[in-house]
């Protein structure tokens, strides 16, 4: 079960309060379809494939909190409907059905037209001239699911915040005319705040989906709003640089200093490999109140780079980590899914559901981090924020011990933790 509870052992002071084990993932699941209405009718009978194995997934994992990528939006949020009850809610090949009964979705500016040609195409109305891009609004939507409470009336959203509000912006010379400028939002999706109540604590998921940096000219545009989409949340956990920050009720401002949270999501960005501007996600890599280390690793990954070759063998990041399955010729696979706790959350174990020889229904995997909520506030240990490798810590390790029933199973069947799938995908397009 994503939830454990853990029993303190003997030499730990009664005083201290207990602490809980929650599962924290991320997902871009590829759930998306060419036209509007088209994935809601995909869902409307258990016997979609692609749905099936992205249910599988997620019920081998089974997480307490979870963000999908590239789920397209509807508005009645018939497609959440439909995959909770026709395949989370389903057993799908030996997994156990899961339920959430919490979730969070709402509008994204993809495929939103803009009136203008941001693309340079001469034309106007097409999918590179929307918001963001996309071929009909909600297209690459996001969708938030819990076993938690979220406490919606104090969600915070940055759909509308202008790229150009941001300070030191590195828009693209020259390429905007000022109307246009105007018009754009830095989000091409949208960035939530949304706070989940786990017990008495409030934990903050910072959930959002950055352009890839590429499918663009000289300008760069995507490379840089990528940039600067990821630099929104690292502005948005530090005083002082937060000032710019606007939220779509009108509401100026940051994070607290002392709120718990965790950045989820797809942010098209290899802190060493592919072509995102200055290894853009080193900004939350780096960041003083984010965790990044250990990062979450899969021997599948390592193997799967292994066996692709290619630009793979080019690459100076560490294989084990890469989350995404991209064109071997050029990209090859890299890390570009995170899910990131503060420095207060002990991460305790994490992984890449990546399993060679099964089919991906995604060209993402998900991402999977276990965290103490309660207790006392964990300290940072040190660590290498890029290569995500631990550093040994010192001092007395205060000994646990951990009830979970996946894990019992795992260990009994001779299974390792979970890690996922050997498949090679190329995409025209990917928001």
Not at 48 to 53: G, I, L, S
Not at 160 to 185: K, N, T, V
Not at 335 to 355: E, F, K, N
């Amino acid at each position: 079960m994503g939830l454990w509870l853990l029993a303190m052992s003997q030499g730990l002071a009664a005083a201290e309060p207990p602490a809980a084990v929650v599962r924290i993932a991320t997902f871009n699941t590829s759930l998306n379809r060419p036209v509007a209405g088209a994935l809601i009718a995909d869902l409307a009978t258990p016997s979609d494939p692609q749905a099936r194995a992205i249910a599988r997934i997620i019920q081998r994992n089974r997480p307490d909190i979870l963000l999908l990528n590239e789920f397209d939006y509807d508005p009645a949020g018939a497609a959440a409907d439909r995959f909770e009850r026709n395949y989370l809610g389903i057993a799908q090949d030996g997994e156990h059905a899961v339920s959430y009964p919490y979730r969070y979705l709402a509008p994204v500016n993809t495929g939103v037209p803009s009136g203008f040609d941001l693309d340079h195409d001469d034309r106007t109305g097409g999918a590179g001239d929307a918001l963001g891009y996309g071929a009909f609004p909600g297209q690459y939507g996001m969708l938030l699911l819990s076993r938690w409470p979220i406490d919606t009336g104090n969600v915070r959203t940055f759909r509308h915040l202008p790229w150009r509000d941001m300070p030191g912006a590195i828009l693209p010379p020259g390429w905007y005319a000022p109307d246009a400028l105007a018009a754009l939002p830095l989000s091409s999706k949208s960035h939530w705040d949304v706070p989940v109540r786990i017990g008495a604590i409030t934990l903050h998921v910072l959930a959002s989906h950055p352009t890839p940096p590429v499918f663009d000219g000289p300008e760069d545009r995507n490379g840089r709003r990528n940039h600067d989409e990821i630099r929104l949340w690292s502005d948005y956990l530090a005083p002082g640089r937060d000032g710019w920050i606007v939220d779509d009720a009108g509401q100026r401002g940051g994070l607290a200093p002392e709120a718990r949270f965790v950045i989820l999501g797809d942010q098209n960005a290899d802190p060493q490999d592919g072509e995102s501007v200055d290894h853009a996600i080193r900004q939350l890599l780096g960041h003083p109140r984010v965790r990044a280390t250990p990062a979450p690793r899969s021997e599948g990954a390592r193997i799967a780079a292994w066996r692709q070759g290619g630009a793979n063998r080019r690459q100076r990041g560490d294989p084990a980590t890469d989350t995404g399955d991209f064109e071997d010729r050029y990209a090859g696979n890299l890390r570009t899914d995170y899910v990131l706790p503060s420095q207060d959350l002990a991460i305790v174990r994490s992984g890449v559901d990546w399993v060679i020889g099964e089919a991906a229904p995604s060209d993402h995997h998900l991402v999977w981090v276990d965290v103490e909520i309660g207790g006392p506030r964990s300290k940072a240990l040190p660590g290498d924020p890029i290569t995500g490798r631990p550093r040994p810590a010192h001092g007395p390790v205060r000994k646990r011990e951990y009830f979970s029933a996946s894990c019992l199973r795992a260990q009994s069947a001779g299974r390792s933790l979970p890690v996922h799938a050997d498949a090679t995908s190329a995409r025209s397009h990917e928001p």
